[in-house]
């Protein structure tokens, strides 16, 4: 039986204002990010979910629950659902990283296949984490609907990950928007992407000030 899979990124955080590496480092969400994660939960009000699973950063867990609202369904944390551990990076301005590690930060935007982190982890050993981590949430909510909540760098992996694209295509991936919808059925063994990086959403935001 098929299942239908919700994937979203967290709402916008201080850090993605200020141009920081994030990784496992949290940031909070700032007024726009909550508001962007109650104007998804708006939009999905009707959909029947299963679980929400969310990455267990705080950035994300409090998307979820933003989007949950006043609905039981449950809320389940995944470790392996965590964005891209980036190491010493993780806190850093862009520039910063920029300058003192040039080559490294060229390839891990633009060329993903020749990353080498100085002591985080490769784009391969992270779609393999998260790959596995939405094949087992799949597997576990046969024919049912379920929202799974991520990071940026995630959800550009599961893109090539879907499509069987070589990790060099991560770099040419559609950027994901905050609080973006994205919609993949799993009708094993093949995963259909309905929908991606969707924000039509956004316009009931005005709704959740």
């Given at each position: 039986?098929?299942?239908?899979?919700?994937?979203?990124?967290?709402?916008?955080?201080?850090?993605?204002?200020?141009?920081?590496?994030?990784?496992?480092?949290?940031?909070?969400?700032?007024?726009?990010?909550?508001?962007?994660?109650?104007?998804?939960?708006?939009?999905?009000?009707?959909?029947?979910?299963?679980?929400?699973?969310?990455?267990?950063?705080?950035?994300?867990?409090?998307?979820?629950?933003?989007?949950?609202?006043?609905?039981?369904?449950?809320?389940?944390?995944?470790?392996?659902?965590?964005?891209?551990y980036l190491g010493c990076?993780?806190?850093?301005?862009?520039?910063?990283?920029?300058?003192?590690?040039?080559?490294?930060?060229?390839?891990?935007?633009?060329?993903?296949?020749?990353?080498?982190?100085?002591?985080?982890?490769?784009?391969?050993?992270?779609?393999?984490?998260?790959?596995?981590a939405l094949l087992n949430?799949?597997?576990?909510?046969?024919?049912?609907?379920?929202?799974?909540?991520?990071?940026?760098?995630?959800?550009?992996?599961?893109?090539?990950?879907?499509?069987?694209?070589?990790?060099?295509?991560?770099?040419?991936?559609?950027?994901?928007?905050?609080?973006?919808?994205?919609?993949?059925?799993?009708?094993?063994?093949?995963?259909?992407?309905?929908?991606?990086?969707?924000?039509?959403?956004?316009?009931?935001?005005?709704?959740?000030?």
């Amino acid at each position: 039986m098929a299942t239908r899979i919700y994937l979203t990124r967290h709402g916008q955080t201080e850090w993605n204002l200020q141009k920081r590496m994030q990784g496992h480092k949290n940031s909070d969400l700032t007024s726009l990010g909550k508001e962007q994660a109650k104007a998804l939960g708006l939009r999905m009000k009707d959909v029947e979910l299963n679980a929400i699973y969310t990455s267990s950063l705080p950035r994300a867990m409090q998307t979820a629950e933003l989007i949950r609202g006043k609905n039981g369904i449950p809320v389940i944390p995944d470790d392996n659902l965590r964005e891209i551990y980036l190491g010493c990076w993780e806190g850093m301005l862009f520039d910063e990283v920029e300058k003192k590690y040039p080559e490294q930060f060229d390839n891990f935007w633009n060329h993903p296949e020749k990353y080498v982190s100085v002591d985080g982890e490769s784009f391969n050993d992270l779609r393999i984490r998260v790959g596995k981590a939405l094949l087992n949430i799949a597997k576990q909510n046969s024919g049912k609907d379920v929202l799974v909540v991520a990071h940026g760098i995630v959800i550009k992996a599961l893109y090539t990950y879907f499509r069987n694209q070589p990790i060099a295509e991560i770099a040419h991936s559609p950027y994901t928007h905050s609080a973006c919808l994205c919609e993949i059925v799993f009708n094993p063994p093949v995963w259909d992407v309905m929908k991606w990086n969707d924000t039509d959403h956004y316009k009931y935001i005005e709704e959740t000030k």
